[in-house]
């Protein structure tokens, strides 16, 4: 006769010294949070909350503006403006196919192409269904979890400009 009752409880991640100090420069400094990273962060919001609908849209935002922005962020200086709206402009699938990859390390190629690519190919074809014809199928806190998961695996690989 008594009903159950599950409470979840968020867990907290306390800032390290080095952590608190690279905030610390970055602010002094003028630095902005990235925006694919602030989209992240409104994605695990929208996780934690049950709107797996609005988390499908965040994660997908900012995994197309990584990537677009690691590519373009690669061009050297020079590049044509025709060329580069071109780029700008090409179907996210060329990023996450191509481009994406060629800008990394042969290990983090590697780990992009063995546990990370099908992954964000995945959110990418939700997202159209998503947008294009209102499906919310996958719309599910599995699924948001496993894309946050890649994309926090995404964004820690080493692109060949960071070496």
Same mark, same amino acid.
């Given at each position: 006769?008594?009903?159950?009752?599950?409470?979840?409880?968020?867990?907290?991640?306390?800032?390290?010294?080095?952590?608190?100090?690279?905030?610390?420069?970055?602010?002094?400094?003028?630095?902005?949070?990235?925006?694919?990273?602030?989209?992240?962060?409104?994605?695990?919001?929208?996780?934690?909350?049950?709107?797996?609908?609005?988390?499908?849209? $965040? *994660? @997908?935002?900012?995994?197309?503006?990584?990537?677009?922005?690691?590519?373009?962020? !690669? =061009?050297?200086?020079?590049?044509? %403006?025709?060329?580069?709206?071109?780029?700008?402009?090409?179907?996210?699938?060329?990023?996450?196919?191509?481009?994406?990859?060629?800008?990394?390390?042969?290990?983090?190629?590697?780990?992009?192409?063995?546990?990370?690519?099908? $992954? *964000? @190919?995945?959110?990418?074809?939700?997202?159209?269904?998503?947008?294009?014809?209102? !499906? =919310?199928?996958?719309?599910?806190? %599995?699924?948001?979890?496993?894309?946050?998961?890649?994309?926090?695996?995404?964004?820690?690989?080493?692109?060949?400009?960071?070496?």
């Amino acid at each position: 006769w008594i009903q159950s009752m599950v409470i979840a409880v968020q867990g907290v991640h306390t800032v390290t010294a080095d952590e608190w100090q690279s905030m610390l420069s970055h602010a002094l400094a003028g630095r902005e949070v990235p925006m694919h990273i602030v989209l992240l962060g409104d994605a695990e919001h929208c996780i934690d909350v049950g709107d797996y609908r609005r988390a499908l849209v $965040d *994660l @997908s935002v900012a995994c197309e503006v990584y990537l677009r922005t690691s590519v373009l962020d !690669s =061009l050297p200086d020079g590049v044509l %403006e025709p060329a580069v709206r071109v780029i700008e402009e090409a179907n996210i699938n060329q990023f996450v196919a191509h481009m994406f990859p060629a800008l990394l390390h042969e290990a983090a190629r590697n780990e992009y192409k063995k546990s990370i690519k099908e $992954d *964000l @190919s995945a959110l990418l074809a939700r997202r159209k269904k998503l947008m294009h014809v209102a !499906s =919310l199928d996958g719309a599910s806190r %599995e699924n948001c979890q496993k894309f946050l998961l890649a994309l926090q695996a995404l964004f820690r690989l080493k692109l060949q400009s960071e070496a």
